[in-house]
């Protein structure tokens, strides 16, 4: 069985009791099915058959370069945001052709090392972007393939925090602004634009966001190619939610029929940038529960990870299901499932129901896939865990627990 499932009594990540790895690598840490991802993948790429496309896998997710090099052997593309991340998916083994790079603050090195490397083409998110890319590339007498990310205005009906698709946030030109950017490509001789952008927000539970999005998207692109430029390629970015606590998400093939009708009438060709629904449940947090609190009528059960290690639930109020490793997994008290580190958002969850518990105990994180690992931090001089790969009945890592020396190696005391 692929990805995460209970059986004799305990947590499996495809053949491996998870208590297993625990034992081995010590908690915290990260465990990552590797079929989970592939079957994810393979759900979207496989919806989008019909159509010439590339599902050009997020990495912001989770860039772990075991994770990124199962992901290539299937074909995968991959979703850049910034010169590190383009130089991990390198590391992994991704081909140039088959990375973008998107976000909204390139900065000129990270410009001249894609141009460099050759990649797909940048996803381009403002005008004076456009001309910051011209600039450099004109340097190294390279032309800069481009997409244009316009921001269509379109609520992703998600939390507040991870909406990118409407006019007030940082993301994307402004569609007014689609004359402007006309002109200044047309100056712009070391650009060539070839493609059309749009992201609306991530962990979407509904399919009509993206749906109005690409009919924007259509519009735009007959507008542009009516002015001359030859846009052949649309990305409709990623977004496609997940099930964290009975959201029941829309499948990969509900957006495609959305999708696919739009791309067969443009002949052009499709880019995604799934991450979460690729990541997001491909990928668990073990931990081990360090003291049971009673403090008057609250009871607060203190593991040995924390927004360290998974800062969701502190910064967007995420939910995110827990369960004792092995054992009982009937809940039957209230309790607030708390980090050590000395910070009163340091929570993983407040009033969940969960089953009687004690020091020592195991407990499995659920959906940590994707944001998980990548947000972490050292905050409070906590090295960052482990992260194990499982494939089958083997697991391994892929990344080691830092240690205390590697907190220290950058500094240098100035005496
Ligand atoms: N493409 C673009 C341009 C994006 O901005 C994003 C996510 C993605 C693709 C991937 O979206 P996904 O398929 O994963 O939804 N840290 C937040 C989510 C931030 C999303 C940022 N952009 C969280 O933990 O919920």
Redo the contacts with the bound molecule.
Sequence with gaps: MVGFHFKNNRWYSDGVALSKIAEKVGTPCYVYSLPAFEAKYKEVDQAYRPVPHLVAY?I??NDNLSVIRALLKLGSGI?V?SGGELFKARKAGAPPDKIVF?GVGKSDDEIAYALKEGIRYF?VESIPEVEAINGVAQKMRKTAPIAV?FNPDVDPKT?H??T?GKKETK?GVYLGDVDKVMKVVRHCRSVHWTGV?A?V????IQTASVGRAAKIVEKLVLQLRREGFPIHTINL?????IDYHGENPPKPSQYARLVVPIIKRLNATLIL?????ISGNSGVLLTRLLYVKQSGTKTFYIVDSGMGELI?PA??E?YHQIAPLEGPQKAVQKVDVVGPICESTDFFAKGRKLPLMKRGDLMVIFSAG??GSV?GSTYNSRPLPPEMVVRGNKFSVARSRQTWQDLVRLEKIFD
């Design positions: 997020s912001k997710t979703d945001v998107a996803n990310r939390h925090f991870i990118t993301f952008h992201h927000g991530s962990q979407m970015g990623g977004g496609y939610g940038e799934p991450g979460r629904y969701r910064l967007y995420a994707a944001y947000m």
